[in-house]
């Protein structure tokens, strides 16, 4: 803070006015800097009265903010509960409903609304419904993934050398130079079934087309499908294969298509007739769909065994290839494909890893190698040692015993 001077004003014995004051010069420029240097104080105090109102102010918003979440708070709790429910079918004023949760129907009146077959509903605690719910893009979004171009090349798969030939003359070629199959007058095939065990690099390998074929990828989910969006299965169908028409080329990729391409079963559940419009939208997109241009589909199952043989016909997925786990040379490739970034001491024997790491698939070794790099992380060392991937090793076949599935068997 600046020292304030007193202002010097001449003593005389009886006040005058203050045009009978007769300043001398060296007074008047000494009360001139006098003043001076109040202002300047002033002015300093001002800017720190500035900040500090600033700062109060910024923390009487931080405290209206608090107060509206907690009064937003109060008013949740206090509420009674809606619930979430799909229309499964609408008839005169009334409309059969089942909730989310505990899958329960019941027959409840349509009140003001009009809920659609499909469409999500809210209810109150006496099933009165309260309000519908349109389906959000962002809920659509979440049974598939749009990926403009998913980044991953041939080369980044390990093993699979005859899978990556099939996959490129019956997915990529066909949109890469459809021409070649027109003059030669060759069909290439509708669609193409990836099989075999989880973590294998299905999705990996569709990824990897899209990308040279310069395709759009889209990938749409089975086990989401019938799981989250009961009634609307059929509905999201129609719409990814639009979607997929809109933005082609595109590799349109089914993952997991056991879940909605089971076998049909024909137990009259309600669930299972869900399941089966929503394949049978499958069927119905598959067939209509001419020679299908520039829109490649493929399709992936852990689950070939329990797939519905109508799925299977010429002209749907009449294209099976199998993606079986790594043999060891395959297991080298995918060792040495996950372990190219990361500074490997000298005593790392990948080849060794691989030669023990029988049964293991490709998802199995990525882990194994972040494992191995996280361990010299954790002890603040720059280079993966041997002894990381023993340790790595040990860890996941403890784990392993307690998931049972068949991994170094
Ligand atoms: N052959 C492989 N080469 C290199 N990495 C692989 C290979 N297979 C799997 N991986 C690794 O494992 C991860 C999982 O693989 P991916 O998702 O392709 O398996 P998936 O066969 O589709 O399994 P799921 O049946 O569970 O969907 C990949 O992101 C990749 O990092
Ligand atoms: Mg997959």
Known sequence: MVETTDVKVPMEASPKTADQIDYNPTDLVSMIASLNNQITTLRMQNSEFQARLLEAMTANKNLQQQLLALKKHIEDSTKPPLFLASVLEVSEGEALIRQHGNNQEWLV??????????????????????????????????????INDPGI??????????????????????LTSPELF???????????????????????????VAHHASATFIKMSGSELVHKFIGEGASLVRDVFQLAREKAPTILFIDEIDAVGARRTHDGT??????????????????????????????????????????????????????????????????LIHTKAMSLADDVDLSALAAETEGATGADLKILATEAGMNAIRERRHVVSMDDFRYALDKMMVEDEREPHEMFV
């Open 182 to 208: 027109k003059s030669v007058g060759v069909e290439p095939p509708r669609g193409v079934l990836l099989y075999g065990e989880p973590g294998t690099g299905k999705t990996l390998l569709a990824k990897a």
């Open 153 to 174: 090349e041939y080369e980044m798969i390990g093993g699979l050398v005859e899978q990556i030939q099939d996959v490129r003359e019956t997915v990529e070629l066909p």
């Open 109 to 146: 009146e349509r009140g003001e609304h009009k809920p659609e077959v499909g469409m999500r509903v809210a209810v109150n605690n006496d099933l009165k419904i309260i309000r519908t719910l349109p389906m959000s893009l962002d809920e659509r979004a979440l049974v598939m993934e749009m």
């Open 270 to 335: 309600v669930g299972s007739g869900e399941v089966n419009r929503t394949m049978t939208q499958i069927l119905t997109e598959l067939d209509g769909f001419g020679d299908r241009g520039n829109v490649r589909v493929m399709a992936a199952t852990n689950r070939i065994d329990l797939l519905d043989p109508a799925l299977l016909r010429p002209g749907r997925f009449d294209r099976l290839i199998e993606i079986p786990p790594p043999d060891e040379d395959g297991r080298m490739q995918i060792l």
